[in-house]
């Protein structure tokens, strides 16, 4: 029922559905597109695309409202939402009916406040990336084992607590000192500036400690100051930068040689745990023990052979004598042992001319009788024993043709085994 109906009591009485229509109906005649602001929470997108979220009020007062943002207006959004984000949005108030809910169905977002900050933090890091400031070749190694640690923060600062504490429970012999500074405030860039210039003039600790608490990115800005990022890029001393908490990210972390999460976590980086050095050393020294003992184990051995072979000369001269005694036979043997060399290679040389020798006239005997049987193919006396025969004229000229034949002529037939007189009666 959409409508009321009247009751018989003459009330009007609401159906839940037509009552939430009326309310959508009064909220768009009444407001319709409107803009609003605040902090996000709870967001999520699902697999559908569609994002749901809360938006609280942004001044800290114990206001909520629910919102959605449809697929089609979420895909047109340019950066991430996320929890914690002030940002603005257009749109329009709704009431979702199964629950009964007010809702704002958002059409456009973006980041307001923080946002815009945000976006000078992104441009400037560009700038700053292009000039080579945060380039990894210019990031310098620590000192292993600093003796005195300088930091930069301001005096008041839960992060300067935060240091102390860790450096005397974990390097307790590193001297501290400390350059005052403002990390908060249009002056905090200026006198960061000076804090890090003033370390480096007096260049009386090993590295510095730039820290400072967590915030949120306005508390945080003085870092992301180009001048202050400049500082820590051309200091001549290393820096860690440990500002804020482990989600936070400045500039001046970019441009350190290296970045902590947390204040704490840079005092434990900068200096290694005393326990640590103390056993490397007790182990570094036991092993020195080790090995001079073996060295001088080994010496000892050494000047005891030498002692030895000082107290025999005699055994010394009596080797020596039969070195000499071997190389004299060896001179003796020697022209012999040459000569007894040289005949062998005389005899090896020898019987290698015969072998040659008799293969060489087997090579020739082979191409003899390789001439011979060719020779015998052509010889026309085998051609004759298989039947055939050979003629001539009176002058022992071959007749091939019956052309030069003539009645009565006289010609010898020469065959296998002897010649016939014959004389031509007729050709044909």
């Known amino acids: 029922m959409i409508e009321p109906r009247e009751a018989a009591s003459g009330r009007r009485v609401w159906g839940v559905a037509g009552l939430l229509a009326a309310l959508t109906e009064s909220l768009s005649a009444r407001f319709g597109a409107v803009t609003v ?17 809360s938006l609280k009020d942004a001044d800290g007062l114990a206001a909520s409202l629910r919102g959605a943002m449809f697929r089609r207006a979420a895909g047109l959004l340019d950066f991430e939402p996320g929890d914690g984000m002030r940002v603005e949005m257009r749109g329009r108030l709704a009431v979702y009916e199964p629950r009964g809910e007010l809702q704002f ?8 406040g923080a946002g ?11 700038r700053l990336e292009a000039a080579g400031l945060f380039a990894r070749e210019r990031k310098r190694p620590l000192p292993s084992f600093p003796t005195r640690i300088g930091i930069v923060t301001s005096l008041g600062a839960a992060a300067l607590h935060d240091v102390l504490t860790a450096l005397a429970r974990r390097a307790p012999q590193v001297a501290v000192v400390v350059y005052p500074s403002l990390v908060q405030g249009s002056e905090a860039p200026r006198a960061l500036v ?6 480096n003039a007096r260049q009386e600790v090993d590295l510095l400690l730039l820290v400072r608490g967590g915030g949120s990115l306005e508390d945080l800005w003085a870092f992301n100051d180009e001048r202050v990022v400049r500082a820590v890029a051309g200091s001549a001393l290393p820096i860690v930068c440990g500002v804020g908490h482990e989600t936070d990210i400045t500039l001046a972390d970019l441009a350190a040689d290296l970045r902590a999460p947390t204040p704490t976590a840079a005092a434990e980086l900068a200096a290694p745990a005393r326990a640590d050095c103390l056993d490397c050393l007790h182990t570094l020294g036991r092993l020195l023990q080790l090995r001079s ?3 001088l184990d080994g010496h000892a051995q050494r000047l005891d052979r030498l002692a030895l072979k000082l107290a025999r000369p005699s055994e010394l001269v009596s080797r020596q004598g039969r070195l000499l005694a071997l190389l004299a036979q060896r001179t003796r043997a020697a022209p012999a042992r040459r000569l007894e060399l040289e005949t062998q290679k005389l005899t090896r040389l020898a019987e290698r001319r015969e072998q040659a020798l008799a293969r060489w006239l087997q090579r020739q005997q082979a191409r003899l009788d390789t001439v011979a049987a060719r020779l015998g193919a052509l010889d026309p006396q ?10 001539q004229d009176e002058g022992g000229q071959p007749i091939t043709s019956v052309a030069r034949l003539r009645i009565g002529q006289a010609v010898e037939a020469r065959l296998a085994d002897g010649a016939a007189e014959l004389e031509v009666r007729k050709t044909r």
């Open 105 to 112: 169905v958002a059409e456009a977002m973006r980041l307001a």
């Open 37 to 53: 602001s605040g902090e996000l929470s709870g967001f999520t997108r699902a697999a559908s695309g569609h994002c749901y979220f």
């Open 116 to 126: 815009s900050l945000y976006e000078q933090f992104l441009r400037l890091r560009e």
């Open 293 to 295: 003992a073996a060295r």
């Open 382 to 391: 085998h051609v004759l024993a298989r039947g055939y025969a050979w003629l």
């Open 194 to 199: 000076a804090a890090l210039e003033q370390a």
